[in-house]
């Protein structure tokens, strides 16, 4: 059997003055010859001195931060108490239906008050010589109660409840009423409201019960204190076996599902309220204290996973280690997971502070970013060859981590191996500043000391970075060089249009995301399944791991909160496991992009010669700001695209040095102007030669002549 509720909404509705004639009436009936001092005037001296109807959306509850599907993370208390907001839809119907069976049956067609309950509740009144045997509220009169303050055992207060009840039936839907009360009733201690019970005494939502929570939960309002189960479970079982049997004597459930109910267990602890994305959740609510609800972009059962795994993985390290893990989605920007220590309350690591923002060095993960730069000004292929040995920059002279040198190597092995020596020069080659600029597109903010030029070292750490700064920067080169601005729903959220300024073009994105996916895995990962960089900054004080598949960057940070070394610990070590672990709880590895237009699929000796070998802008001495280069294709070379079969392939002209924007001629007719990119695209309409030139925006020129067929 289940009751429905009406859905009309009678706000506005004046009061109905004969209610409180009878109301005066039962009054009269209740107290004999005394009852007459209860006139109608004195009934609207009652309604005129009543509390305004609350308004649910302005009702003061609990913040409840949740995540991207409306899923609590965490909520705070209310002045002390936890009140979370609640509507009827989001309560198991059985608690709905056993509520009125066991409080209020003709709650659906009544008018706030049971007149006949009321009768009976008076008559009983004076045969007990002035005290009150049974209340006869319905619940709505239990609502006014609620929305009261003083005693409420009074015939006073009892009639100020049948007058208030009165009104809140001619404001109010009794959906309305209904979700006041649920809202508002007390289950002891600071717990009010049947979500905070449920959550408090079940660790769960109250939207699916067992037979069993629903009865006891309809019970602990009318006593709360005396029924707790977390201080008299015998009393509470005792009160939720009585609703059992009311049920089975109101038709509502068999005999044999009472008795089942009755053998589950009564809780006899109070749970821990969620307490997910603790970090952000504050911040979310320091910056909206009022709001009832604040949504996060982040998904609940990521968010868990991701916390339990930093737990997990920084025990081992030792007291004072903490972990942060963030991920993100690529293309959004959306924070999907928030891990900002090992755990809030972990003193010894300082778990209070939120480890994804805090400033840090970023050892080597910029060295994807810097080779990235290299590419895309045509100065190397990732079988471009350089070499790994010994080289004086000024006074600063970098070693590799392991000390040792290789001799010529190609920058894909560089990357791969993470040496040093090779990053620096490569930096050297596109400039710091050009390598700071490209961060900050990305969204990153890096941090120099002040009124200080960034120095070579950046390269290998010498800069301030978050989490969120890599996590940022990572995403772009993930999504082809495109930025994305991270949104994890505090604050205004940026939206980016598209329309910024790359951080690194297509085909050198794809150069470094081709590398990284080669880069071998920890031992619990699967090789060529992401994209990944680790990282260790100078003394062991922080491990870095950042890395993406098709859809997903996720990036790890482990280390202690206050800067001491950890001896030891390193980015393969300590952090990668972590970062491939986190993908494992996200789900599948997503495909990654296919290769852009103007990818040069080739072994070193099959490059263009200026390609074969990394050449530094200033080998041979010239001009800080030498003229644009045509890198590729190579002057008097024969392109073999296709043209002759039907489905040819277009021509992409690479070009180094100068000063962008450029403009690109095929034969003299422009094709392309570049804002941010140092390549154009052209489509030949037929085989043959073709002059290829490239202006730069200081009006310096190069060109080539190649052969198309």
């Not at 001092?37 to 609207?44: D, K, L, M, S, V």
């Not at 319905?138 to 006073?156: C, K, N, P, W, Y």
């Not at 309220?273 to 709001?291: G, K, N, V, Y």
Request: net charge neutral; hydrophobic share 40%.
């Amino acid at each position: 059997m289940s009751t429905t509720v009406p859905q009309s909404t009678r706000r506005g509705r004046k009061p109905r003055l004969s209610n409180w004639a009878a109301i005066a009436l039962i009054a009269a009936a209740g107290v004999g010859v005394g009852g007459v001092a209860y006139t109608r005037g004195t009934i609207e001296q009652i309604a005129a001195a009543l509390p305004a109807t609350p308004d649910l959306a302005t009702l003061p509850v609990s913040t409840s931060v949740v995540d991207r599907n409306g899923q609590l993370l965490r909520p705070f208390t209310t002045d002390g108490r936890w009140r979370l907001p609640v509507s009827v839809d989001q309560v198991d119907r059985r608690f709905i239906d056993m509520l009125l069976a066991y409080e209020d049956q003709r709650f659906a067609t009544h008018h706030g008050i049971d007149w006949s309950g009321m009768a009976r509740a008076a008559v009983q009144f004076t045969m007990a010589g002035g005290k009150i045997v049974s209340g006869g509220s319905t619940l709505t009169m239990q609502v006014a109660r609620l929305l009261e303050t003083g005693s409420t055992r009074s015939l006073d207060a009892k009639l100020r409840q049948m007058v208030h009840a009165d009104r809140l039936e001619s404001e109010l839907s009794k959906d309305q009423i209904l979700t006041l009360y649920l809202t508002l009733a007390p289950y002891g201690g600071n717990i009010e409201g049947v979500r905070a019970a449920s959550l408090a005494y079940f660790g769960k939502e109250p939207a699916r019960l067992t037979t069993a929570e629903a009865a006891l939960l309809v019970a602990l309002p009318q006593s709360p204190e005396a029924r707790r189960p977390d201080l008299n479970p015998t009393v509470a079982k005792l009160a939720r076996d009585t609703v059992l049997d009311r049920m089975v004597t109101a038709g509502l459930m068999q005999q044999e599902e009472a008795d089942a109910a009755k053998g589950e267990p009564i809780p006899t602890a109070r749970r821990e309220f969620p307490m997910l994305a603790a970090h952000l959740a504050q911040e979310a609510t320091a910056l909206d204290p009022s709001a009832r609800t604040i949504p996060l972009t982040l998904d609940k059962k990521l968010q868990q996973a991701l916390e339990k795994l930093g737990t997990t993985r920084a025990a081992p390290l030792g007291d004072e280690v903490s972990v942060a893990i963030l991920v993100a989605d690529q293309e959004s920007g959306d924070i999907l997971a928030s891990v900002g220590s090992a755990g809030l309350f972990k003193s010894s690591a300082d778990g209070f502070v939120d480890m994804t923002k805090a400033v840090r060095s970023p050892g080597s993960t910029l060295k994807p970013l810097i080779y990235g730069l290299g590419f895309e000004l045509g100065l190397a292929h990732p079988e471009s060859l350089i070499e790994d040995r010994t080289t004086a920059f000024g006074a600063y002279v970098p070693v590799n981590f392991d000390n040792f040198t290789r001799g010529t190597v190609t920058i894909h092995q560089a990357l791969l191996e993470s040496l040093n020596i090779p990053a620096v020069i490569v930096l050297d080659a596109v400039g710091t500043a050009r390598l700071v600029s490209r961060m900050k597109r990305a969204y990153a903010d890096p941090k120099l000391p002040d009124q200080t030029l960034p120095g070579l070292a950046i390269g290998l750490g010498g800069v301030g970075v978050t989490l969120r700064d890599l996590v940022s920067m990572y995403a772009s080169i993930a999504r082809g060089g495109m930025p994305v601005h991270l949104n994890d729903g505090v604050g205004p959220h940026v939206d980016t249009t598209g329309n910024e300024a790359p951080v690194l073009d297509p085909v050198s994105a794809w150069y470094v995301s081709s590398i990284l996916r080669d880069v071998p895995p920890p031992v619990n990962g699967i090789s060529g399944r992401i994209a990944f960089k680790t990282g260790t900054s100078y003394g062991y004080r922080d491990a870095w791991a950042v890395g993406y598949d098709g859809q997903n960057v996720v990036g790890v940070w482990v280390g202690r909160p206050d800067g001491v070394p950890v001896p030891g610990i390193s980015g393969i070590k300590a952090a990668a496991p972590i970062l491939f672990e986190a993908f494992d709880r996200i789900g599948p590895t997503q495909p990654f992009a296919p290769a852009p237009n103007g990818v040069i699929l080739a072994a070193n000796p099959d490059l263009p010669e200026p390609l074969r070998r990394f050449r530094h802008p200033n080998d041979n001495r010239t001009a800080r700001d030498p003229s644009p280069e045509i890198s590729f294709p190579e002057d008097g070379s024969d392109l073999d695209l296709g043209i002759g079969a039907g489905d040819g392939q277009p021509l992409v002209v690479k070009v180094r040095n100068g000063a962008p924007p450029f403009t690109f001629f095929a034969n003299g007719a422009p094709f392309e102007q570049a804002a941010f990119t140092r390549q154009g695209i052209w489509t030949p309409d037929g085989p043959g030669y073709v002059t290829v030139s490239v202006v730069d925006a200081k009006g310096r020129s190069d060109q080539v002549k190649v052969f198309l067929d």
